[in-house]
């Protein structure tokens, strides 16, 4: 089934055209047999005989815009100009900068800010490294770190290719939680070089982030990390989706009446998010999930699993089930997709138990399109904007960081995990919960900094935290670092 035309996907085309009743009709017209939405039409210039227009267009992909493009250009007497692709010219010169917080406009400013002034605070912080947090910008900054090995659906890519997505999680990091992100992107893939290069850059930083790694690496590089480091070190991949995932399976359960203990779950993708999803769903109390990969079934009895799939058969399947995906699925009440499109179908749906809830979350092309589930699923999400329910990662990220950097935490826990998916779905009130919105928009001003308020008290409560505010301290709290309403 086609995907329908996306911002991601949009032209201008500036467009020259005879001056005359209809001329621009025939070009939109054009435009939207070829299957492209119109945006906005912007006048260049008017002149007595021809005139010049820029038109917004949306495409499914880039052939989908070429086709486009041909389409207008195949019109008599009409000449394209040239064509911009807005998404290309978003990331001209890169997407972030990095801005002083203050003027230096005399000496006093100057040898306060930097020499000789700077040497005392620098002393400070020797004496007491702890201080680093009041005095530098390590309060407030997480490190975005890639190797380029698992970038969006992209695959190994490298880290220079990896870079317009690091530097977009630092968009989000400072848009919706006033966090600093720099992009780290290492050109380096072997797990030991990759641990010792982020421990040794770890001191200026309040937290880290790990980013695109590919699975099983990422496992043992996030843990080793955690263990050797005194911040916040959180694989975005695994755990931002597990958190998310995890809010919105709160919320559709209270709309079918179903409870943790008693779903059968089935898991089809066992990479780090799948693994990661599986985990929390277990701690959220979950008894029954099923992992399916490319060989079906992962089960005890097979000899062809790795380290975390052989954890996978300890741990799942407790009914020690066998078969393809198909086979998992029957009475199952929770599908969750995080593998490729197309895997699922309507049979298979037909074959869930009542009410059936589906995380069809493959990138851009789920599992099983919505529109085919339509009918015949209670609650459906995807990873995608275009559709309700977006399993997204940003409702989650930005709110754990700042959360765990407004505590001064020294790692990012279960509870604290646990706690941001409930302030997510706490979001929504229970009144207002229905089919299509069971978690908040990645607009919703509320969620970071209920997060963040809930990762806070979770890393007080787990004994994680370096800095413990009074309730009276949060009051207003607004998300941002040391300011209230």
Known sequence: MESIPSASYSLTLRVEFPHRAGALGRILTAVGDAGGMVGAVDIVRIGHERSVRDITVNARDSEHGRHIVRSVEDLPEVRVIHVSDRTFLMHLGGKIEVRSKMQLRTRDDLSMAYTPGVARVCQAIAEDPESAFNLTIKRNTVAVVTDGTAVLGLGDIGPRAAMPVMEGKAMLFKEFANVDAF????????????????????????????????????????????????????????????????????????????????????????????????????????????????GGVVHGGRDDLNGSKRWYAENTNPEGITGTLSDALRGADLFLGLSVPGVLSVEDLKAMAEDPIVFAMANPVPEIMPELAHGHVRVMATGRS????????????????????????????????????????????????????????????????????????????????????????????????????
């Open 183 to 294: 992009p780290v992107c290492l050109d380096a893939k072997e797990t030991e070089e990759i641990i010792r290069t982020v421990r040794n850059i770890a001191p200026g930083f309040g937290g880290i982030n790990l980013e695109d790694i590919s699975a099983p690496r990422c496992f043992e590089i996030e843990e080793r990390l955690k263990r050797e480091l005194d911040i916040p070190v959180f694989h975005d991949d695994q755990h931002g989706t597990a958190v998310v995932v995890l809010a919105a399976l709160i919320n559709a359960l209270k709309l079918v009446g179903k409870r943790m203990e008693d779903l059968k779950v089935v898991v089809n993708g066992l990479g780090a998010a799948g693994v990661a999803c599986t985990k929390i769903l277990l701690a959220a109390g979950v008894r029954n999930i099923i992992g399916c990969d490319r």
């Open 386 to 485: 275009d559709y309700p329910n977006q399993i997204n990662n940003v409702l989650c990220f930005p709110g754990i960081f700042r959360g765990a950097l407004d505590s001064r935490a020294r790692e990012i826990t279960e509870e604290m995990k646990l706690a941001a998916a409930e302030a997510i779905a706490g979001v929504i009130p229970e009144e207002s919960l229905v089919e299509d919105y069971i978690v908040p928009s990645v607009f919703d001003e509320r969620v970071a900094p209920a997060v963040a308020e809930a990762v806070e008290r979770a890393a007080a409560e787990s004994g994680v935290a370096r800095r413990v505010r009074k309730d009276e301290e949060r009051e207003g709290y607004s998300g941002m670092p040391g300011v209230l309403h």
